[in-house]
C-alpha cells in the first residue's frame, strides 16, 4: 500500500484550515487515507487570506485562491507533504510546482436549505430573508423566487445557521459541509453547537451546484512520485471526471466565485455524464440553463469548450 516508501516520512504532514468544517473533513481524509493507502498523517491547520478577513465580500477580494493561498505556500516551501481543499475553493489555473492527483469519492453536492421550521423553496414565506453571499446561490434562489430577500452573510457554519435563530428566515449551505460537521458529534442530529436546525435537500434541477461542490481533493508537490504513487488507491476516478468535467467549464469562463455559475454531473452506469449548466446574467436578463449529455469517450475540455461556445450563443 506504499507505506514502506515514505516510512522515512511518516507521519507525514497534512495542511488544513482551522475552520471548524476544514478540520472535520480533513481529519475524515486522513482517516481515509490510513485506511486506503496504509499512510500515516498529521494535520498542520493554519489560516488563509479568506479565513483572515472574514467581515469582506467574497468577490471584493482581487485575486483567485484566497482560501488555500498560505497552505500552497507551506506546500512549496516542503513545510507541510500535502494540502487537504475543498475543490470548489481551488483556481482553474494550473499552479507550478503543485498538482492534484487524488480526489476522494464525492460526497452528497447539493446545497441545503436551513431553517427552524424546515422550509423548502416553494414553503418560505412571501419576502422571507435568506443567506448566503454567493452569486450563484443568490441568481437560483431569485429564479425560483424573485420575492425573497437575498442578504449577504459570511462566517464558518454554526455562525450562518445561528443567524437562523435570530435574523434570516434560512441560511443555504452546502450539504456536504453540514453533514462533515455533524459526523461523530454526539448528540441529536440536527443541533450543532447547540444551535438547532432544520436542512432541506435543493434538488439539482432547481438548484444547481458550485463545480465540484462536495468534492475534495489532496495537493502534494508535482515532483513528490512516492506520496503520489502511495494515494493512488484514494483515488475516486468518477468523482475525479467529475471535477475534471465542471472545473472544465467554469475555466473556459473564467474562474472564480463571483461567476454565478452553477455546473453538475450524474453518471449513469456505462459512465454517461449528465451535466447541468447555470448561468445567472444579471438583473433584467434571464438565467441561461443547459442540460447536456457526454459519454464515457469524450474529452472534458472538448466538451467544456463546446458548452461555453452554447452558452455565448444564448447570450452569456
Do not use: W
Amino acid at each position: 500500500m506504499g507505506t514502506h516508501l515514505l516510512s522515512n516520512r511518516s507521519p507525514l504532514r497534512v495542511a488544513t484550515r482551522r475552520s471548524d468544517l476544514a478540520l472535520a473533513q480533513s481529519a475524515q481524509t486522513v482517516a481515509l487515507i490510513q485506511e486506503r493507502c496504509g499512510l500515516i498523517a498529521e494535520l498542520v491547520p493554519m489560516s488563509s487570506t479568506g479565513d483572515d478577513h472574514p467581515e469582506r465580500a467574497l468577490d471584493a477580494f482581487d485575486r483567485k485562491g484566497i482560501f488555500l493561498d498560505s497552505l500552497r505556500d507551506a506546500l512549496l516551501s516542503g513545510t507541510v507533504d500535502m494540502a487537504i481543499h475543498s475543490c470548489k475553493d481551488v483556481p482553474t489555473d494550473p499552479t507550478p510546482g503543485l498538482a492534484i492527483t487524488a480526489i476522494p469519492p464525492r460526497a452528497d453536492s447539493r446545497d441545503v436549505l436551513v431553517s427552524m421550521a424546515g422550509f423548502d423553496l416553494d414553503s418560505l414565506p412571501r419576502r422571507a430573508r435568506v443567506g448566503t453571499s454567493s452569486a450563484r446561490r443568490s441568481a437560483q434562489l431569485l429564479a425560483e423566487r424573485p420575492d425573497l430577500i437575498i442578504e449577504p452573510i459570511r462566517g464558518n457554519v454554526p455562525t450562518r445557521i445561528g443567524r437562523i435563530h435570530r435574523d434570516l428566515d434560512a441560511v443555504v449551505l452546502a450539504g456536504a459541509g453540514l453533514a462533515r460537521l455533524q459526523t461523530g458529534r454526539p448528540g441529536a442530529p440536527h443541533v450543532l453547537n447547540d444551535i438547532a436546525y432544520q436542512a432541506v435537500p435543493i434538488d439539482v434541477n432547481h438548484m444547481v451546484p458550485a463545480p465540484a461542490q462536495g468534492i475534495l481533493a489532496i495537493e502534494h508537490r508535482d515532483d513528490d512520485h512516492e506520496l503520489i504513487a502511495a494515494l493512488a488507491p484514494l483515488n475516486d476516478p468518477q468523482s475525479a471526471r467529475a471535477a475534471h468535467i465542471e472545473r472544465s467549464i467554469l475555466a473556459d469562463l473564467g474562474g472564480g466565485c463571483s461567476i454565478p455559475l452553477g455546473v453538475h454531473a450524474d453518471f449513469d452506469d456505462d459512465g454517461t455524464a449528465t451535466v447541468r449548466i447555470f448561468l445567472g446574467r444579471g438583473e433584467g436578463h434571464s438565467p441561461i440553463r443547459l442540460t447536456e449529455q457526454l459519454d464515457a469517450d469524450t474529452d472534458a475540455v472538448v466538451f467544456a469548450r463546446d458548452v461555453v461556445a452554447t452558452l455565448k450563443q444564448k447570450g452569456a
